[in-house]
């Protein structure tokens, strides 16, 4: 009887190497391809600029000084946030910045619903821009947008919002990475 022998021809690895390849492939382009590339789109609409000026009498009694002013800019805009993502998204903060014609940046929070109706009293001539808030905590559920309006607060004269370089809005999201949008 013959000796029973088990060797094996000799195999190249290189077809279910290919073949591995190939599936991997395939699933990555799956992936890429079915997963949304960004997080959330913003839009603005309807936005409002207003310049408001305030005077405080002087209670010095030093002889020269008088009442000064104040200029103020009030940034009404409204916003649109589309979530592309299959997870809901949460607004943490929204943010504005201006950076003005000679390069000083300025930074401000959106105002909250608690501190619009101070801000009403104070200028009655906002009042009639007030629209419903976009809020911070706001959760967007997934393939759903949500829109409201954001009310900002600039320290500084129209003259310097006229002649700005850039101004921006900032939603920074839990979880997600922040989404910026231009002011027009």
Same mark, same amino acid.
């Given at each position: 009887? *013959?000796?029973?022998?088990?060797?094996?021809?000799?195999?190249? *690895?290189?077809? +279910?190497?290919?073949?591995?390849?190939?599936?991997?492939?395939?699933?990555?382009?799956?992936?890429?391809?079915?997963? +949304?590339? /960004?997080?959330?789109?913003?839009?603005?609409?309807?936005?409002?600029?207003?310049?408001?000026?305030?005077?405080?009498?002087?209670?010095?009694?030093?002889?020269?000084?008088?009442?000064?002013?104040?200029?103020?800019?009030?940034?009404?805009?409204?916003?649109?946030?589309? /979530?592309?993502?299959?997870? +809901?998204?949460?607004?943490?903060? !929204?943010?504005?910045?201006?950076?003005?014609?000679?390069?000083?940046?300025?930074?401000?929070?959106?105002?909250?619903?608690?501190?619009? *109706?101070?801000?009403?009293?104070?200028?009655?001539?906002?009042?009639?821009?007030? @629209?419903?808030?976009?809020?911070?905590?706001?959760?967007? @559920?997934?393939?759903?947008?949500?829109?409201?309006?954001?009310?900002?607060?600039?320290?500084?004269?129209?003259?310097?919002? /006229?002649?700005?370089?850039?101004?921006? !809005?900032?939603?920074?999201?839990?979880?997600?990475? *922040?989404?910026?949008?231009?002011?027009?």
């Amino acid at each position: 009887m *013959p000796d029973p022998t088990f060797a094996q021809p000799a195999r190249s *690895p290189i077809l +279910p190497l290919l073949i591995a390849a190939g599936v991997l492939a395939l699933i990555a382009a799956g992936v890429f391809y079915f997963n +949304p590339h /960004d997080t959330a789109s913003l839009s603005l609409s309807n936005t409002s600029v207003v310049p408001t000026q305030t005077t405080f009498k002087s209670q010095s009694i030093v002889v020269g000084e008088g009442a000064s002013t104040q200029d103020d800019l009030y940034v009404f805009t409204t916003l649109k946030v589309d /979530d592309h993502l299959r997870l +809901p998204i949460t607004i943490n903060t !929204i943010t504005a910045s201006l950076i003005t014609g000679d390069n000083q940046e300025s930074a401000t929070s959106a105002i909250s619903k608690s501190d619009l *109706p101070a801000i009403f009293i104070a200028f009655p001539k906002l009042k009639p821009l007030a @629209a419903p808030p976009l809020l911070r905590e706001t959760t967007i @559920a997934p393939g759903q947008s949500a829109e409201g309006q954001l009310v900002f607060h600039f320290p500084v004269p129209k003259s310097t919002w /006229d002649t700005r370089k850039s101004a921006t !809005i900032t939603l920074d999201l839990y979880h997600q990475t *922040p989404q910026t949008i231009v002011i027009p």
